[in-house]
């Protein structure tokens, strides 16, 4: 989603104030990176590859064709550019996620009017086993939820199940909307709501499945995922960004990978406490098992609250300050 007078303001803040995001160390694959490619300037969705170790799946959100580019996070470049046939031309494409069935899932799920389209897209194409660029035939979806339109940029297949499922955004709080057992061509997918969320630009399940974590503009929150519902939730460490809009788990589940758009914008990676890569994923918590806070930052989660509610407090001035502006 294009930034608009709150995130653009609040990217502005961040930058006067000194505040960056802190970066975790990493010498080899899924170590932060910085996107390159001059074409990727919405990188709006993330998803880790399970086939190439260390490369990142992600896509433009509006105004760029049928597109999805493999990053390499060692070097940051794209080292594939996918074309997806079969497809309509995309309106605003905001999530990406890899399902267990070795598929990628792109959502054109974004609707800047907030339900001005009674229905969005999904297009799903098996992950390339060459990493090149290719034209591959994707399979499109057409989805509508049952509670009528809505705006979302959060699409995560359960690494399970291969259930997908959407969070909706909205400022003052959203909805988890369940798909069908089994996508489906020729009739419209309803998705159905079964849970609260708050504001939402993007999440992703742990690799086993029993955690979903939803990240925002200036905060992230996992809650535990079990049969389908959502259970207690906690936060978790996450780097401010100057428009904060992606997130996955590294394939190994040792780690998170948090995205923003812009120009070479970073991807910044947060170690999951008590992880070294490697062996069956377990969910992070609260209570040591969490997004352990990033090398070389002590302030913690109450740091970044503290600089993101001193942003929200600017911004609401600068709006106040801009209409007064207007009346005069």
């Known amino acids: ?36 490619d001059p074409r990727i300037t919405e990188s709006s969705g993330l998803a880790a590859s399970r086939a190439h170790p260390g490369i990142y799946w992600t896509h433009n959100d509006s105004d760029d064709g049928p597109y999805v580019y493999a990053v390499d996070s060692r ?4 080292v594939a550019t996918i074309t997806m046939r079969g497809v309509g031309a995309p309106r605003d494409v905001e999530a990406i996620s890899l399902g267990p069935d070795g598929n990628l899932y792109v959502g054109d799920i974004g609707d800047n009017l907030n339900g001005s389209w009674d229905h969005v897209w999904i297009y799903r194409f098996p992950e390339p086993k060459v990493l090149k660029d290719a034209t591959v035939r994707a399979t499109q979806f057409d989805v509508k939820y049952a509670d009528g339109a809505r705006n979302a940029e959060a699409l995560m297949v ?10 909706s955004k ?13 996508l489906t061509t020729g009739r419209t997918n309803v998705f159905r709501r079964v849970g609260e969320v708050p504001w939402v630009t993007d999440g992703a399940f742990s690799p086993d499945g029993k955690e979903l974590l939803l990240r925002s503009y200036f905060s992230a929150r996992g809650y535990a995922f079990k049969e389908g519902r959502l259970g207690a939730d906690h936060a978790v460490q996450a780097p401010l960004q100057r428009q904060a809009e992606s997130v996955t788990y590294t394939a190994d589940s040792s780690a998170l990978m948090f995205g923003s758009e812009g120009e070479r914008s970073d991807v910044v990676r947060v170690d999951i406490a008590g992880r070294s890569g490697g062996g069956d994923s377990k969910s992070p918590s609260k ?23 001193v942003v929200l407090a600017a911004v609401g001035a600068l ?6 502006r207007k009346r005069g």
């Open 287 to 309: 209570d040591g098992g969490g997004a352990s806070p990033p090398a070389g930052d002590g302030s913690g989660e109450k740091g970044s609250t503290l600089v993101g509610a």
């Open 319 to 324: 709006v106040f300050m801009n209409r007064r």
């Open 158 to 167: 359960h690494p399970k199940t291969g259930r997908v499922y959407i969070a």
């Open 75 to 78: 070097t940051g470049k794209t």
């Open 1 to 36: 989603m294009r930034s608009y007078l709150t995130v653009s303001g609040a990217a502005a803040l961040l930058l006067l104030a000194g505040a960056s995001p802190a970066v975790a160390s990493g010498d080899g694959a899924d170590r932060s990176f910085t996107i390159e």
């Open 170 to 182: 909205n400022e003052d709080g959203g909805g988890l909307y369940e798909g069908p057992a089994e």
